[in-house]
């Protein structure tokens, strides 16, 4: 079975804190991504990365960056954390083949105050 | 561009009844649609996927969906509800052969009253 951890369930941070998320999944996928989940919209997706070293923005990347420095690590960073980013985060990692099928890792619950 | 609409936030349904939760879609070409299911404080779990070839596709958990081109729908449905199921459904679609990127319904929340 795939499988996909995240560093913490729940955090708390305060405002201005630089923030760092961790993902690692065990299967060798290329293809990594973080997405943010609130409440009526859905997964946002923030950042991918198909390589390591690689990355590109999703749709709401502001605020935030990324590191892939070993393939089975990709990380989010709030470089200035926000009350606007309390969410729950979500990593996936992506099959190589097609259809592409994601699998999730069990999110980070982010509370900025 | 991508997009998936899931008309109902909430669905409500008693036990040993049918349930259906709704999904439209729009992509350019021909898609790749997905069903995932949350429960409470956990991640996406996946449930069932179309690729091609037959239009009810049977999933995890005794779900199945139907995949109608015509009217860009793929609603996820079971015949038998139970309690179990109340959860967070998530429906997704990415364009066959395109770049990996999924894209999320809003989410439909299923309660299943006992």
């Known amino acids: 079975d795939v499988k996909v951890t995240q560093s913490s369930r729940y955090l708390v941070k305060r405002t201005g804190e630089k923030v760092f998320l961790e993902c690692v999944q065990d299967m060798d996928h290329e293809n990594m991504f973080w997405y943010r989940q609130d409440p009526g919209l859905g997964l946002r997706l923030i950042y991918f990365?198909?390589?390591?070293?690689?990355?590109e923005k999703g749709d709401i990347p502001e605020g935030y960056s990324v590191s892939r420095e070993k393939k089975e690590r990709f990380s989010l960073i709030l470089e200035s954390a926000s009350t606007n980013q309390t969410s729950m985060y979500l990593c996936a990692s992506i099959e190589r083949e097609a259809p592409y099928e994601q699998y999730f890792g069990p999110g980070t619950r982010l509370t900025v105050t | 561009a991508q997009s998936v609409a899931q008309p109902e936030d909430q669905v409500n349904v008693a036990e040993g009844n049918p349930l259906t939760v709704k999904c439209t879609y729009s992509?350019?070409?021909?898609?790749?649609l997905f069903w995932y299911v949350q429960y409470p404080n956990r991640g996406l779990q996946f449930l069932l996927k179309y690729i091609t070839g037959d239009n009810l596709v049977k999933g995890s958990y005794g779900f199945e969906a139907e995949f109608n081109k015509s009217q860009t729908s793929f609603h996820l449905k079971k015949p038998s509800a139970l309690v179990s199921d109340s959860a967070l459904y998530f429906c997704?679609?990415?364009?066959?052969?395109?770049?990996?990127?999924?894209?999320f319904g809003s989410g439909t929340q299923l309660t299943v009253l006992p």
């Open positions: 990365s198909y390589d390591v070293k690689m990355k």
């Open positions: 997704a679609v990415s364009e066959s052969g395109s770049a990996r990127q999924l894209t």
């Open positions: 992509v350019s070409g021909n898609p790749y």
